[in-house]
Nanobody
Framework: QVQLVESGGGLVQAGGSLRLSCAAS????????MAWFRQAPGKEREFVAI???????EYADSVNGRFTTSRDNTGNLVYLQMNSLKPEDTAVYFC????????????????WGQGTQVTVSS
């Protein structure tokens, strides 16, 4: 069983930045494809970004060019750097381990953190 913990959320003004972190209790994340999702009130959870084991990344169109996902040098942490934040980025953000075949489907992710709230004020 893998337990993921996100941190770094908060309240920020539009145009500002935040960096989210994701860690796993007692293990490294370097052997997993790590994704970020978000869920706004009344909306479905949606894919944001993924950091593949090989190092490449993919992003949702809505965040491409503003968000960057990366790993630290130890492989124990995964980050989501969020720049030029907009009010529509307000959501609970989750990190997850990809275990299935569909990139943007929550059904392909078996391990989730508890989420961290990001609120962007206008």
């Amino acid at each position: 069983q893998v337990q993921l913990v996100e941190s770094g959320g908060g309240l920020v003004q539009a145009g500002g930045s935040l960096r989210l972190s994701c860690a796993a209790s007692g293990r490294t994340l370097k052997n997993y494809n790590m994704a970020w999702f978000r869920q706004a009130p009344g909306k479905e959870r949606e894919f944001v970004a993924i950091k593949w084991i090989g190092g490449s990344t993919e992003y949702a169109d809505s965040v491409n060019g503003r968000f960057t996902t990366s790993r630290d040098n130890t492989g124990n942490l995964v980050y989501l750097q969020m720049n030029s934040l907009k009010p529509e980025d307000t959501a609970v953000y989750f990190c997850a381990i990809k275990t299935g075949s569909l990139l943007r489907s929550t059904s392909s992710y078996n391990y989730w953190g508890q989420g961290t709230q990001v609120t962007v004020s206008s």
